[in-house]
């Protein structure tokens, strides 16, 4: 197979991105821990990795079961996290991350374990991040799985960026951080810019490929038998509106996409994301098994700890809203105004407009509904 991540391609694609590389330091990203504390102890959880490029690396979590966790500190190959399910008959890969090589750099590291046909890639769901290497899957015979609206929501999203003006896509943007009425506005403001650059780079250095599996949500769970291995794939409200899970029950473990972002503060930004029912998901996470183990879309492996700290969040980020309010404090205001506390204050956080921001905009919108 050819190994993209050492071509003229990957340097192409970090040479265009590097302002997206710039967000990544201005998140405050501090580079992963190979393991956290509570799951170094699991036995599930192998101490060493299968492979490490700094930018991903890939660990067993199960029989059959390996996780792919990005330290997008160190390279936006993956960007997201991922994973693989390989039974005796067949693999499940999950994932298109950032870009053909990251893809390539997951099927490189399933090779290194199994020769079983893959079935297919599962695109938890349509962000740029999750989907814009699937073109890898495409040239490769990969049949590409995912919610039956991910193909749509990937044209309407990205195809727009393609080839436009920057100044059209961005124009908007780089007005708000001029005219920012405050120095922490100017703040929120440059930060959104700066994931939009990112995003609007990727997308143009990206051949989209679109999901040719599309399953539909009402017909779930899907199971699927790998030999040997059974994979369930599940569909949840809360990040995108297209979100979908792989739960292995016989090993307790679930990867979760973007329904779980550990350590970090969750992305919100989604037209169809929705406060009120990613918290009952995170509700139905929290009744799994207490020796559940987590897959996360971005950020470390956990456990049910894992859950009640993004719960901690979204509690946190809604109780300060309620105060505001409760006091009156106008939406565009209140938007702004959450404070990080003590206890978050490693999580990175991308761009405010893309998280704290709108979780407020959306709880607002809830309570006027109420
Ligand atoms: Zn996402």
């Known amino acids: 197979m050819i190994d993209l991540s050492k071509g003229f391609s990957r340097r192409k694609f970090i040479a265009n991105t590097s302002c997206f590389g710039a967000f990544y330091a201005a998140a405050r990203l501090i580079p992963l821990p190979a393991l956290a504390a509570e799951t170094a102890s699991d036995s599930r959880v192998a101490q060493t990795p299968l492979v490490d490029k700094g930018f991903a690396s890939v660990r067993k979590i199960g029989n059959g079961l390996y996780a792919t966790i990005s330290d997008p500190s160190k390279g936006i190959t993956t960007i997201c996290n991922g994973g693989f399910l390989v039974g005796k008959d067949a693999a499940l890969v999950i994932e ?43 040239a490769n015979g990969v049949p590409i799985w995912a919610h039956a609206t991910t193909a749509k929501r990937i044209v309407e999203s990205y195809v727009p960026m ?38 609007f780079q990727i997308a143009n250095a990206s051949v989209l490929a679109l999901p040719n599996h599309p399953i539909d949500a009402a017909k779930l769970p899907m ?54 029912g990613w918290r009952d998901t995170l509700k139905k996470f929290a009744a799994l ?41 106008p939406v ?38 109420r």
């Open 223 to 276: 199971m699927m038998d790998l030999g040997g291995l059974t994979a369930v794939v599940e569909s949840y409200p809360g990040h995108s509106g297209t979100d979908m899970i792989v739960k292995v029950p016989e090993q307790n473990v679930v990867y979760t996409g973007d329904l779980l972002f550990s350590g970090w503060y969750p992305v919100c930004f989604d037209e169809k994301a929705t406060i009120s």
């Open 332 to 369: 565009e205001e209140a938007q702004h105004r959450y404070v990080v506390p003590e206890k978050f204050k490693n999580f990175p956080i991308y761009a405010w407009g893309f998280t704290i921001g709108p979780a407020i905009t959306k709880l607002y919108a809830e309570w006027k509904g």
């Open 162 to 199: 393609q080839g436009a003006d920057k100044e059209a896509v961005l124009g908007s943007l780089e007005k708000r951080v001029k005219d920012a009425k405050s120095d922490l506005e100017r703040a929120h403001a440059q930060s959104d810019l700066n994931a939009v650059t990112g995003v």
């Open 96 to 138: 298109g991350f950032g870009s053909p090589a990251g893809a390539a750099f997951q099927l490189d590291a399933l090779r290194m374990v199994s020769q079983v046909p893959v079935k297919g890639a599962l695109d938890t769901h349509y962000h740029f991040d999750h989907s814009m290497g699937n073109a890898f899957y495409g």
């Open 289 to 329: 098994d207490k020796d559940t183990l987590f897959v996360p879309g971005h950020g470390q492996i956990c456990g049910q700890e894992g859950i009640a700290t993004i719960r901690e969040v979204f509690d946190d980020i809604a109780g300060q809203a309620e105060k505001m309010h409760k006091a009156g404090v």
